[in-house]
């Protein structure tokens, strides 16, 4: 059993215990266990088989009876307390536990009280009117549990993607002793990163002949999969199982030439899919599972990889994330397909807790994890006073945190390590509406989270008036878990998701896509409509310890279906970046809509939004420039908008050293290079070239497509510039290009 399974079963040992009355101690011990055994570091499996049962107990928390039971779920996969707690549990009855807004014991009064036993019964006594005649339910209860109800039908028997991957690569891991095995590559709402997942589908290469032993072989070796219930179906090229979890996996077994065209046709999704076939027939081919032919002789086109089979009907190669039919081919057609995010363009993760409140890890903890892990900075943002189950933090405990924040600042700044740590706060909404600390206190602040952990059952009116109070606040910088949702647990409150990403236009401020795989809020297509409205987003991963900055990569996950490029993500850019504005006055509440684009699409923006009023010499405007589009750059527009046209001959801003940019009420030109730094010896530069005509409409943001992408670079790294760490970065620089003589003829331009 993996790590994820064992602390799944010790939870519901939890909630058996806790249904049927069991002492509170004794359900707390088996919670407790199971988050343990959700952060060990290592597979539990490993160390009983390496160690014993008694290496458990050096898990802290972990004690010898909890451990025995531990080691027996990680070497049988099954536990004996659990087979029989569940045998006098019925399982119609386990399953109203699963409701957004039960739980064991709300579960167990329904049971004893009215005698529900089944979702269908509680719906009827909900409906009724029963449910809130009982102690400590109520009206609004009774509607919570019918919402839930609802969630948990639309919500089905699917799983979460973080689970399905668990499985995924245990099964590829069992594949991989097939020697036959060529390729095999998971398909499905699976590969296309869906937050839930309703069942699975493996497909492998079995080579070019196809041959009956060898695929024999490979479905043997599917059958001997851990955790196999039954054999729901075996027939010469597809096999299907399900897992004691009831989770169903179909394997397809496919010849060498066919595999592109079924991994494509697989991964779906069905509208996708309707989509490509119709491009095709328009071309005279069709698309199957195992290829592209010709229509009239039957030829075949392609089919070995997906590359082709795109290819073969004129399209690029889609990410899978992207496979929803929502506006992907419209973006392949103009030649727009973003270049989504990657995990390893995240610089920062600015939400995070310590053992100051609910956290496990320590403040020095947490940032030897980040820094292991590659990141350039973080924030410790552990909870305000009014979570008082996490023991959340007053003012005079938080700025106690904030004196050794700055402590271990010093320390990194003293070693020469390259790393930042901000002050921060997660800061409630109150029920009432105001937030949870002092004004004075989240001014001090580095980076301030708004988030709303009570009242989530509020009508919409009142949720909405303490999003859009906090989003105006002027310390708030960003709105964490925006929507409250639970994946398969807990439907989001009642937001107006529209609105508040409006709100945070109006005033600067970011949303969270919160990396937690039972969140994942905002998702897909929140994101996108945020990246729309061009409201930056920020992955986080809310660690509550070290291993909980892994999940960052679910955010990244969710991110890519929403579309969303290096640019789109606040935690993209590096934080020095930030400090001119924090110099300014402007951090971290000025407009970061634009902080990690290049200089020359801030300023083609800005001048689309507000010429008009530069035109005027409208100092609110002027302000609004150097807010928008960060303090030096705005100062150097408003400048240039005192005269018709001004050509500034030497500017070195925001990442680039221009030669001759030139700024007007009607156009702006630049030319010059674009700097990045490799490592920390190295300048690599490109060249740069634009103009930017303004039209009379305004233009939106994410439509100007002009200044420096990441791939420029791959153009042109063949030549850098050397400089050592005790010399000055800008002097090098000043040096290498007054010698430009003296460059490589392809790079001089």
């Known amino acids: 059993m993996t790590n994820r399974e064992i602390a799944a079963a010790l939870e519901e040992v939890a909630d058996l215990l806790e249904f049927q009355g069991a002492n509170p101690f004794r ?44 080691a027996e779920l990680a070497t049988s996969g099954t536990l004996a307390m659990l087979d029989e707690l569940r045998a006098e549990v019925p399982a119609s009855v386990m399953a109203l536990m699963r409701v957004p807004g039960m739980g064991p014991k709300k579960a167990a009064t329904l049971h004893k009280e009215l005698g529900v036993q089944s979702l269908d019964q509680l719906r009827a006594a909900c409906e009724a009117g029963e449910v809130q005649k009982l102690k400590g339910f109520g009206k609004k209860t ?47 709402s699976y590969r296309r990163g869906k937050e839930t997942v309703g069942d699975l589908d493996l497909l492998v290469d079995v080579g070019a002949t196809m041959d009956a032993k060898t695929v024999a072989t490979v479905m043997d070796r599917f059958g001997e999969f851990e955790g196999v219930a039954e054999v729901i179906a075996r027939g010469d090229t597809k096999m ?5 979890s009831g989770l169903q996996i179909d394997l397809r077994c496919v010849p060498s030439e066919s595999f592109g065209a079924a991994l494509q046709y697989f991964t779906g999704s069905k ?58 081919f419209a973006a392949a057609e103009a030649g727009e397909l973003p270049r989504l995010i990657e995990l390893s363009d995240l610089r920062g993760d600015l939400h995070m807790h310590t053992s100051a409140t609910d956290g496990r890890g320590t403040l020095r903890e947490m940032v030897a994890a980040a820094r292991q892990r590659g990141l350039e900075y973080i924030a410790i943002t552990d909870h305000s006073k009014r979570v008082t189950m996490a023991h959340g933090l007053d003012a005079d405990r938080l700025r106690a945190q904030w004196k050794e924040i700055d402590l271990v600042n010093e320390e990194l700044q003293a070693e020469g390590a390259e790393f930042v740590v901000l ?75 529209n609105e508040l990403i409006a ?55 969710q991110a890519r279906r929403a579309g969303l490029e290096q640019w789109d993500v606040f935690n993209t850019r590096r934080f020095n970046f930030w400090e001119a504005d924090k110099a300014s006055g402007l951090f971290p509440r000025a407009s970061v809509a634009w902080r990690n684009k290049p200089v020359t699409e801030k300023i083609a923006y800005f001048l689309a939004r507000h010429r008009a009023a530069l035109t005027k010499g ?56 674009l700097v990045a730094v490799q490592g920390q010896e190295k300048w690599r530069l490109a060249p740069f070239v634009g103009q930017f005509q ?53 790079f001089a331009g």
């Open 423 to 497: 002050k921060g706060i997660e800061c409630d909404i109150l029920e009432a509406g105001p937030m949870d600390l002092p004004d004075d206190v989240l001014a001090e602040a580095d980076w301030v989270i708004a988030s709303l952990h009570y009242g989530q059952n509020q009508p919409r009116a009142k949720i909405m008036e303490r999003l859009l109070g906090a989003v105006a606040h002027p310390s708030v910088s960003i709105v964490a878990h925006p929507t409250g949702r639970l994946i398969g647990k807990r439907a989001s409150y009642d937001v107006e998701v």
């Open 142 to 188: 009774e509607e919570t549990i019918l919402a839930g109800i609802e969630h948990a039908a639309k919500a089905g028997e699917r799983v979460r993607w973080a689970d399905a991957d668990a499985i995924v690569q245990r099964l590829l891991a069992h594949m991989d002793g097939v020697e036959a095995i060529k390729r095999r590559e998971p398909a499905g």
């Open 27 to 70: 359900v707390r011990a088996y919670r407790n266990g199971a988050q343990k055994v959700k952060d060990a570091p290592k597979s539990l499996l490993t160390i009983v088989g390496d160690s014993g049962a008694e290496a458990l107990t050096a898990i802290d928390g972990v004690g010898k009876d909890l451990a025995e039971k531990i």
């Open 240 to 244: 299907s199982i399900r897992l004691d």
């Open 618 to 673: 409208d100092n609110k405007a002027a302000a609004f420039c150097k807010q928008d589009i960060g303090y030096s750059i705005g100062w150097l527009v408003e400048q240039s908008f005192k005269k018709d046209k001004v050509t500034w001959p030497n500017v070195w801003i925001d990442g680039g050293w221009y030669t001759n940019l030139t700024i007007g009420k009607d156009r702006w030109t630049a030319e010059g290079w």
């Open 694 to 746: 303004l039209s009379e409409t305004t233009v939106s943001p994410y439509k100007i497509d002009i200044g420096l992408r990441p791939s420029a670079f791959e153009k042109h790294d063949e030549w850098s510039i050397p400089y050592t760490r005790d010399a000055s970065r800008d002097e090098a620089l000043r040096k290498a290009l007054a010698d430009r003589e003296n460059w490589p003829t392809h």
């Open 503 to 557: 709100a945070c236009v109006e005033h600067g401020k970011l949303l969270e896509l919160n990396a937690n795989p039972m969140r994942l809020d905002l998702d897909d297509v929140n994101c996108a409509a945020a990246k729309a409205a061009g409201v930056p987003i920020v992955i986080s991963s809310d660690a509550h310890s070290t291993e909980g900055l892994d999940v960052l990569r679910y955010g990244v996950l």
């Open 271 to 328: 509208e996708h899919n309707v989509e490509v076939r119709g491009r095709a027939k328009a071309r005279g081919l069709k698309v199957s599972e195992w290829g592209v032919f010709n229509t009239a002789d039957d030829t075949r086109i392609a089919g070995d990889t997906e590359e082709e089979v795109y290819a073969a009907i004129g399209l690029p190669c889609f990410p899978p994330e992207l496979r929803e039919n929502r506006q992907e």
